[in-house]
């Protein structure tokens, strides 16, 4: 079959771009060009470029060459295919130009980071990629890449490092500095970005972290949309549906939300004409979003796979799960937000539908991944929300009680799970503790996840209970 390219794509058998790509020029380098990126941002700049053509997107891969030797080879254009039960939609993305390996070329990614018509530098670098400590948010000067970037700030390896590095050269050229724009699943992710960013500035040069406090915004998100794992039967399947080989589409669910603060150094897209929701204050939406739905699919991912179940759909079709997730968000999480303009049942009804869609093929072992990064956010914080207001979080303690067994690296029938988590080794060891109540202790004295949340006697008894009755 023929490889999807720029020369076939009219003839694609797909929704394709209504603009000429080759008038498209770059305004946004997106740091993390992964599926969520591709499947989330890249579509709403898609919609626009045909309007707005100076929006393109060169992606930076900071790590892995794999999204770029895939995509490279034609013309970075892809696939993303929406699945409901009502059956599939393909439309092929040409927003992202190109995408360049940091560790390959960093010059070239500096180069576009610094070029004058650069407006707007995104990420999606997931929590672990900010180097810092999730429990606090500082920026966790002991790292080994912060290390190496502050030694050869000229060739970095980390997002902060390519940042502040492409900001000091912009200042000596006078050129006007990018907004820094996260769109990572964290609470109030452009506090936590503008945190890390001026930390790592005042390291490296006390001067330009005051220019940038002064003269960079960091606006927060909210991002919404489940994008599960590509697996080679969906390249199949989409590669035959379309007639051209693509080697790296992504999947996704219908529904994409994306809420953004009106706050830019510089210009930026009419986001809004596209779909997108311009606020003065995303916190609230982002608290809605982070604990509705990501801490639900963090307790369906610990729970569901210990239960045996591989997809989000699998653990949401049996009863039980569906009744513990939503009584989890009506009785545990629902109260400790504060949206009196949002019908938060609603939302609670939908995605518990998004949940059970049995066309999204989202693996509770993906949503499991990174957990030491993801639970203080998803989970720790509504439990001390709850503590605080004297309320019940019994629900919440089981999500907390699965994912310790799951990060022990053993399942409840003594098989090996691989976790893939910065802490795996360390996780490993606890798990081969003797005891449940033991093992509780040691996880909950890892203060860069727990912090003061684990010397509370009761939240160590819940979830201890909560391990026990698991284990039973």
Known sequence: MMRLTSKNLTQADAQTPNYDRSKISVGIVHLGIGAF?????????????????????????????????????????????????????????????????????????????????????SLTITEKGYCHDPATGNLDANHADIIADLTNPTAPKTAAGYIVEALRIRRKNGTAPFTVLSCDNLPMNGKVTQKVILQYARLYDADLAKWIEAKVTFPSTMVDRIVPATTDDNR??????????????????????????????????????????????????????????????STIAYLGYLAGHKT??????????????????????????????????????????????PALNHLTWQIAMDGSQKLPQRILDTIRANIKANRPYDSLAKCVAGWMQYASASDLQGNEIFVRD???????????????????????????????????????????????????
């Not at 929006?55 to 892809?78: E, Y």
């Not at 949401?316 to 009785?331: C, D, G, S, V």
């Not at 080794?425 to 890892?446: C, H, N, R, W």
């Open 422 to 472: 910065p802490l795996a080794d360390q996780f490993k060891l606890i798990g081969q503790e003797p005891d449940a109540a033991t093992m509780v202790k040691a996880y909950a004295s890892i203060t860069s996840i727990f912090d003061a949340l684990g010397t509370n006697d009761e939240f160590i008894t819940k979830v201890t209970q909560a391990l026990i009755e698991l284990r039973n």
């Open 312 to 357: 989000v759909a699998e653990v949401m079709a049996q009863p039980k799960f569906q009744t513990l997730i939503t009584n989890m968000m009506t009785n545990e999480i629902i109260p400790t937000l504060d949206l009196p303009n949002v019908d938060l049942p609603a939302y609670r009804d939908q995605l518990i539908e998004r949940f059970k869609n």
């Open 37 to 121: 990126h591709r499947a989330h941002q890249a579509v709403y700049i898609d919609s626009l470029l045909a309007e707005q053509p100076q929006w393109g997107i060169l992606g930076v891969s900071l790590r892995s060459n794999t999204t770029t030797k895939a995509l490279n080879p034609q013309d970075n254009l892809f696939t993303v295919a929406t699945n409901d039960a009502s059956g599939q939609s393909n439309r092929i993305i040409g927003s992202v130009l190109n995408i360049i390996t940091a560790p390959e070329n960093p010059q070239a990614v500096l180069d576009a980071l610094t070029a004058e018509a650069t407006k707007i530098v």
């Open 236 to 297: 199949t399947q989409i590669s035959q549906a379309i007639g051209y080989e693509d080697k790296w589409p992504v999947m996704a669910e219908p529904f994409s939300q994306w809420v953004i603060e009106d706050n830019f150094c510089n210009t930026r897209p009419a986001y809004e004409k596209v779909g997108a929701q311009l606020v003065d204050n995303v916190e609230p939406y982002e608290l809605m979003k982070l604990r509705m739905l990501n801490g639900s699919h």
